[in-house]
């Protein structure tokens, strides 16, 4: 059981847009403005798309945004391309104790 | 520019030890903390460990507290993870990856596949 809370999976047809959740607690996601979201391709590594919630790093598409309210990160794909098909964790700071928590995972299907 | 190679994984039995070992290059290495991260065969990802840009500090998931270590030698700009008392459930490839300063993980490497079996 993962620490944070994604649905399995989302889909959205091209030119769409598709939200994916991410719920924790008070001691990680709520407590902190360290939510990160990663995508990752089949049999590649993880590729950074948002941190410190809501930045995205050089390269990533404004396609991607990533917002907190209370206790839940997300984050929104517009435009949907067939590229953005892929798996997206999210991740939070979680304090000394838990450091980095992953969320399960969300498989994201263009139709 | 970023690179990390990892290397050591392979096939071990349960209750043996491995270490993997992460090889940076193209950054300054004393600035950034370094994480391993590992996903299981089919699953999602798993945080393993962190060290301090400095070493000051490391910290540890809880599913490897007490069996796994993580290192760092700044002379040979190399990360490590002595993995020990080691259980089927610990079979995964496992990411070493640089922390971005703000608490993400901002370059991956490879990966490297740990097979825990009899």
């Known amino acids: 059981q993962s620490a944070l809370t994604q649905p399995p999976s989302a889909s959205g047809s091209p030119g769409q847009s598709v939200t994916i959740s991410c719920t924790g607690t008070?001691?990680?996601?709520?407590?902190?403005?360290?939510v990160s979201w990663y995508q990752q391709h089949p049999g590649k590594a993880p590729k950074l798309m948002i941190s410190?919630?809501?930045k995205r790093p050089s390269g990533v598409p404004d396609r991607f945004s990533g917002s907190k309210s209370g206790n839940t990160a997300s984050l929104t794909v517009s435009g949907l391309q067939a590229e953005d098909e892929a798996d997206y964790y999210c991740s939070s700071y979680a304090g000394d104790n838990n450091y980095v928590v992953f969320g399960g995972g969300t498989k994201l299907t263009v139709l | 520019q970023v690179q990390l190679v990892e290397s050591g994984g392979g096939v071990v039995q349960p209750g043996r030890s491995l270490r993997l070992s992460c090889a940076a290059s193209g950054f300054t290495f004393t600035g950034y903390g370094m994480h391993w991260v590992r996903q299981a065969p089919g699953k999602g990802l798993e945080w393993v460990a962190v060290?301090?840009?400095?070493?000051?500090?490391?910290y540890y998931g809880d599913s490897v507290k007490g069996r796994f270590a993580i290192s760092r030698d700044i002379s040979k700009n190399t990360v490590y993870l002595q993995m020990n008392s080691l259980r089927a459930e610990d079979t995964a490839v496992y990411y070493c990856?640089?922390?971005?300063?703000?608490?993400?993980?901002?370059?991956w490497g490879q990966g490297t596949l740990v097979t825990v079996s009899s």
């Open positions: 008070s001691s990680d996601v709520g407590g902190y403005n360290y």
């Open positions: 990856a640089r922390d971005n300063r703000l608490l993400s993980i901002d370059y």
């Open positions: 410190e919630v809501s």
């Open positions: 060290i301090w840009y400095d070493g000051s500090n490391k």
